[in-house]
């Protein structure tokens, strides 16, 4: 069945008909009895080797989504289209990445919508930046490190193509911002405090700048310094995520679970100091 999803782009938001029929050249996600997924790419003529035996891509090419192939080994590997959290968790790595349910918060916290103009720094592996693009937001990045730049610009053009608004600068943020009237600031580095003056000058008045740090020390000092300038609203939480065993009348929480990955602060960029 085929449906016409509506896909946010920097441009605008455009029409994108996808269907349930896999193709050559797509992403896929093979998920075992056992729930190991692996990521692949599908090519013609070309084969995946598992444990569980070699699975031939053209058995996925021309599949439907959520179709049950076999291995060689006749072992079952479930094949679906990976979602955004499935890629991010599976990318190659140049820093560790924010992880699914901090950017799901990062989305509202920061009220990311289409045509937006988000300076982002500290890019990362990019795992930030392609949920703000797939949200239709326009980027600047600055970081500061090449490396960790080139690892961003591929995962991003791996998952959404070269027709994307983001500008990635190798440069260092706390010396200055040079775009104007920003929408919002987004910052994932050991320092955004260093940031604030400048994130004052480039926000639009009614703009939010939003801070994803690990500790609560590094959330205080940014706290305090965000009270000497141009802001108010402050306001800093963590997301904690806690799956569910369900089976029969076996119900519990998991033993395991993702709690704290960072403390997500926000603050809006006011006319004047309060």
Known sequence: MDRAPREATGEGVVERVVTSTLRAGERVMLIDAKDRRYLITLSAGSSFHTHAGIVAHDEVIGATEGSRIRSNADRT????????????????????????????????????????HVLEAGVGSGALSMTLLRAGARISAYEIREDFAAHARKNVVDHL???????????????????????????????????????????????????????????????ETLSRHCFGLEETSEILRRTWHI????????????????????????????
């Open 77 to 116: 590997f479930l094949v679906l289209r990976p979602t955004l959290s499935d890629i991010i968790l599976k990318m190659p790595r140049g820093a560790q990445v924010i992880y699914p349910k901090d950017l799901g918060a990062i989305l509202l916290q920061a009220d990311i919508a289409p045509g937006q």
């Open 161 to 223: 193509g070269e027709d994307v608004a983001y500008d990635v600068q190798i440069r260092d943020v706390t010396l200055g911002i040079d775009e104007r009237d920003l929408d919002r600031v987004l910052l994932d580095m050991p320092e955004p405090w260093a940031v604030v003056a400048h994130a004052e000058a480039a926000l639009r008045p009614g703009g939010i700048l939003l801070a994803y740090l690990p500790t609560i020390n590094q959330t205080q000092l940014l706290r």
């Open 247 to 274: 089976d029969g009348r076996s119900v519990r929480p998991d033993h395991r679970m993702v709690a704290h990955t960072g403390f997500l602060t926000t603050a809006r960029r006011l006319a004047d100091r309060a």
